[in-house]
C-alpha cells in the first residue's frame, strides 16, 4: 500500500512538470510574435520620409498655372503616308452632272406626216419608222443642262393616205427633222430625265431614187423626252426613253397652199457623256 502511493505521487509531479514546460514554451512565442509586430499606425500624422513642402508651394502652384486665354496646342496628327502610299478601298468616283455634255438616241416607232391643202384635202404618209438624234450642251446648275439639238424621224416606204382612206404603199423615205435648243433636267438618285427642244422643222419626201417629190419650208415644232439612265463609268450612262415629236406650220415649196406637219411616237435608246 505505500509503494502504491509513491508511484501516484510521482506521476503528478511529471505531469505538473510537462505543464509548466508547455506554459514557458507558449509565453516565448508570444513575447516573440509581439516583438515582430509593427507598431500601430497613427494616421494623424505623416508617413515616416514624408517631407513636408516649401512654404510657397502654393504660390509656386498658382505661377506655373497658364495665363488667362492661353489654347493647348493640338495633338500631334497622324503620320503622313509614304509618296506612292493608296488606300486599300478607295472609294469610287461620284457619278454627278457636271461639265459637257453629249447625247445620242436611236430608237424606232410611229409617224404620221401630212399635207392639208387649200381645200381641206389632206395626202398623209404613215407608218413605222426610226428615230435618232443628237444634242450637245453643258451643265449650267447641278442635274440642269441646256443644249443644241439636232433630230428627226424617218420613214421608208410608207403607207399613204388620202383624207383618211389608205391608198397603199410607196417605195421611197419620208422624214421630218429639227434643230433648236433645249434643255434637260436629271432627278437625283434615280437619274431620270426629262428634256425639251422647240425647233426649227422641215419636211421631205423623195422616191426610191432620191428623187425629191415634197419638200416642205421651215416651221415649227417641239421635241419632248423622258427617259432613265444608268451609270457605266464615271462619265457614261446608259438608258431608255419615250420620245415625241410633233411639228407645224412648213409651207410645201412648191405648192404654196400645201401645208405640212406631223406627229410621231418612240421608244429610243441613249448613250450620255457628261
Known amino acids: 500500500m505505500h509503494t502504491v502511493l509513491v508511484f501516484r505521487r510521482t506521476a503528478s509531479a511529471r505531469?505538473?512538470?510537462?505543464?509548466?514546460?508547455?506554459?514557458?514554451?507558449?509565453?516565448?512565442?508570444?513575447?516573440?510574435?509581439?516583438?515582430?509586430?509593427?507598431?500601430?499606425q497613427d494616421y494623424n500624422q505623416p508617413p515616416p520620409g514624408y517631407q513636408q513642402p516649401p512654404p510657397d508651394y502654393q504660390q509656386q502652384q498658382q505661377q506655373q498655372q497658364p495665363p488667362p486665354g492661353y489654347q493647348q496646342p493640338p495633338p500631334p496628327s497622324a503620320y503622313a503616308p509614304p509618296p506612292g502610299y493608296a488606300p486599300a478601298y478607295a472609294p469610287p468616283p461620284p457619278n454627278v452632272h457636271d461639265g459637257f455634255y453629249l447625247r445620242l438616241h436611236l430608237g424606232g416607232g410611229y409617224a404620221h406626216m401630212g399635207g392639208t391643202d387649200a381645200a381641206g384635202d389632206e395626202l398623209a404618209f404613215v407608218g413605222g419608222g426610226g428615230s435618232f438624234g443628237l444634242a450637245v450642251g453643258a451643265t449650267i446648275a447641278p442635274n440642269l443642262i441646256i443644249f443644241g439639238n439636232?433630230?428627226?424621224?424617218?420613214l421608208s416606204d410608207p403607207d399613204v393616205e388620202f383624207?383618211?382612206?389608205?391608198?397603199?404603199?410607196?417605195?421611197?423615205?419620208?422624214?421630218?427633222?429639227?434643230?433648236?435648243?433645249?434643255?434637260?433636267?436629271?432627278?437625283?438618285?434615280?437619274?431620270?430625265?426629262?428634256?425639251?427642244?422647240?425647233?426649227?422643222?422641215?419636211?421631205?419626201a423623195s422616191d426610191s431614187n432620191?428623187?425629191?417629190?415634197?419638200?416642205?419650208?421651215?416651221?415649227?415644232?417641239?421635241?419632248?423626252?423622258?427617259?432613265?439612265?444608268?451609270?457605266?463609268?464615271?462619265?457614261?450612262?446608259?438608258?431608255?426613253?419615250?420620245?415625241?415629236?410633233?411639228a407645224g406650220g412648213m409651207k410645201d415649196k412648191v405648192d404654196s397652199g400645201l401645208t405640212w406637219s406631223g406627229y410621231a411616237f418612240s421608244v429610243v435608246f441613249s448613250a450620255t457623256y457628261n
Open 210 to 246: 432620191g428623187n425629191t417629190q415634197y419638200e416642205s419650208n421651215i416651221g415649227y415644232g417641239f421635241q419632248g423626252m423622258v427617259g432613265k439612265e444608268w451609270w457605266v463609268s464615271e462619265n457614261w450612262g446608259l438608258g431608255v426613253a419615250g420620245e415625241f415629236l410633233g
Open 163 to 204: 383624207n383618211g382612206a389608205a391608198q397603199g404603199g410607196v417605195s421611197g423615205t419620208t422624214t421630218i427633222g429639227g434643230i433648236g435648243p433645249g434643255i434637260a433636267y436629271y432627278f437625283q438618285p434615280v437619274n431620270i430625265y426629262i428634256s425639251g427642244t422647240v425647233a426649227a422643222m422641215q419636211f421631205n
Open 15 to 40: 505531469t505538473a512538470s510537462a505543464l509548466l514546460a508547455v506554459t514557458g514554451v507558449l509565453s516565448v512565442s508570444a513575447a516573440a510574435v509581439a516583438q515582430t509586430q509593427p507598431p500601430p
Open 150 to 154: 439636232l433630230f428627226g424621224m424617218a
